[in-house]
């Protein structure tokens, strides 16, 4: 199966959505969504279908297309959902002239000889000019033989501005045998207009995570060729290709710092608040503000490849795809205008039938057709997504997929995996413990002078303490590695042996001996995150149980879980990879809803096993692709973050769909027995879509 991402344009409402979408899925052996807030249809197709098919379906139920490119190279996909500069000209214009028609024709001390003619004049441009966007796409939309919530507007305005010319024209309405509906004609069109407006603005504003995190991007990138600097596009870079990149410049691409030390502000893709040191042999995202140093960097992957590429890629899924609650939302949009229709003309005729005057009749009909909009129905999914996972991205948190807003609700046990996730995955020296009369700076300086010959993760750690400890590192002659036992050499004309010792309390030992004496002990150990902590305390907060699984022993893993906080009944110790699955089975089998957080492959059948599987944007790709969430820095915090975050966006969905299914349920009956005027029915409907674009957009101020 191939995927392509489609941008649409010509959506007004859920039931274009619809339409589009049922066009899509009549292709043999294609799978489509469509996103009305979004405008886009995600695909997942064969190979006997081409992108062209795709495009001539969307075509062929009146609506244009345009395959999506994803290069990763900035492109901006969220800068067609705005038509304010088309809306606000008419939004303007319409309200102006709407002012003096709705008080000629409601304060009637007003009205002079001839006021009638002054209203259908300035009704007229309101009605055709103001509202031209409705007409446009209800005739596009009945010339394929549909009907959407344009068909509504349109059909409203037009029958009351209508039926009001007709009263003028026949004289009706200067006997008073008439009534004119030009005030509903005019405040409805304006009234839907600045509600599109306002829509169009926030559905923008709910836009702007992702799209700041397109503009991450950099479009020119400084290279070194043949020892001499060059602009090229970002286009152009190749793997090891170096850049360089001076204070104030974003890091072009994914790479590993060759020359040069420097401080890189990540918060844009990380949520890090605090700038992260680099020098040669660190690696660096693209994307990052250099803050101070120059630095020289060597491309490790470029274009769609690089981790912004990929986290913008992952949040334009999730806000394209559908939470199987909005497909509810869907199948009712779907027949709900044809359905709208046939109410609006029965409440026409059951009036007439009943003896109702032809003035009420006509104005519970057009308060139906008006007040019955289901645009915030089909908003009220889409848009918390869109917020939801924009607001994530900028905290570190990636969201897959929009099924997972609903699966993390009921999550009572996180299960972490130990190496790499609660703690830093490499090896640390924790304590020199020294014999008498031995002092622990000489220890360490003797075993880091023979470690510093080796690349055993053990000596990295040696090496690498003497050096944060200021202790000078002598050198070494005649080095000897003996596998699995130690290693030595002569250090200052003595004879220097570092060899494994017995473990203690779940710490890694080895011990110093010089000259056949022992010196001292070093202890090392896999370092806790300095934020593990404080992560399990606020997972605990939530009533949700922590529980470490790991491959290590039960000393190791005793120790780690007493460090951040997890109760010792709690440990599952010394499993194999192929095991990790089980034990979260097991939970599962216990009534536990499961959360998993792992990073290494080892970790991906458990992630995918688990209820919500979340990956640590550190640790390896298979990881990252079995998981539901990703962690984006590494940070454990960020885990009852995302879990926090799902379940407010799940409630503020819960929250529109309850708005926009009460506001129809409610409102067309009290339309159709007139209980509504047609202009307060248009204030409302417009007021119910900026309602639940507005209540989704209090998810941006999540902390």
Known sequence: MTTTDLQLSGMSCASCAARIERGLNDLEGVQATV????????????PQVSEHDLIHAVESTGYGASVIDHSGHGQNHMDHDVPAEQLRPRLIGSAVLAVPVVALSMVMPWQFNGWLWVVLALTTPIVFWGGYPFHKAAINSA??????????????TLAA????????????????????????????????????????????????????????????????????????PVGELHVDDVIVVRPGERVATDGVVVDGASALDTSAMTGESVPVDV???????????NTYGRILVRAKRVGADTQLARMARMVADAQSGKASIQRLADRVSAVFVPVVLVIAAVTLGAWLLLGGS????????????????????GLATPTAILVGTGRGAQLGVLIKEPQVLETVTGIDAVVLDKTGTVTTGTMAVADVETESGADAADVLAQAAAVESASEHPVAAAIVAAARERGV???????????PGTGVSGVVDGIRVRVARASDDDGRTSVEVITDGTRQGVIRLVDAVKPTSAEAIAELKAMGITPILLTGDNPAVAARVAAEVGIAA????????????????????????????????????????????GMAMGTGTDAAIEAGDITL?????????????????TLRIIKQNLFWAFGYNVAAIPLAALGLLNPMIAGAAMAFSSVLVVTNSLRLKRFR
């Not at 010339?143 to 409203?156: C, E, I, P």
């Not at 509906?181 to 169009?200: C, P, Q, S």
């Not at 690696?283 to 503000?289: I, K, M, N, Q, R």
């Not at 984006?632 to 407010?648: F, K, N, Q, Y």
């Open 35 to 46: 996103n009305f807030a979004v405008e886009r249809a995600h695909i997942e197709h064969g």
């Open 279 to 289: 020098r040669a042999g660190d690696e660096v995202l693209g994307g990052a503000v």
């Open 569 to 612: 009944e709690n440990v599952i110790a010394g499993v194999l990879p192929s095991q990790k699955a089980d034990a979260i089975s097991r939970l599962q089998a216990q009534g536990r809803k499961v959360a998993m957080v792992g990073d290494g492959v080892n970790d991906s059948v458990a992630l995918a096993t688990a209820d919500v």
């Open 143 to 156: 010339r394929h033989g549909a009907s959407t919530m344009d068909t509504l507007v349109s059909l409203g």
């Open 358 to 377: 032809a003035t009420a009749a006509f104005t519970a009909a057009v308060a139906v057709l008006i007040i019955a909009c289901p645009c915030a129905l």
């Open 472 to 482: 000078a590192v002598p050198a070494v002659a005649d080095f000897a590695n003996d």
């Open 632 to 648: 984006v820095r590494g940070d454990l915090r960020t885990v009852p973050t995302a879990l926090r975050l799902s379940s407010r």
């Open 161 to 232: 501005y209508l039926w009001s010319l007709y009263a003028i024209l026949t004289g009706a309405a200067a006997h008073g045998h008439g009534h004119v509906y030009f005030e509903v004609a005019a405040a409805v069109t304006v009234f839907l207009l600045a509600g599109r407006y306002a829509e169009a603005k926030a559905k923008r504003s709910a836009g702007a995570a992702l799209r700041a995190l397109l503009s991450l991007g950099v479009k020119d990138a400084t290279v070194m060729r043949d020892d001499t600097e060059v602009r090229i």
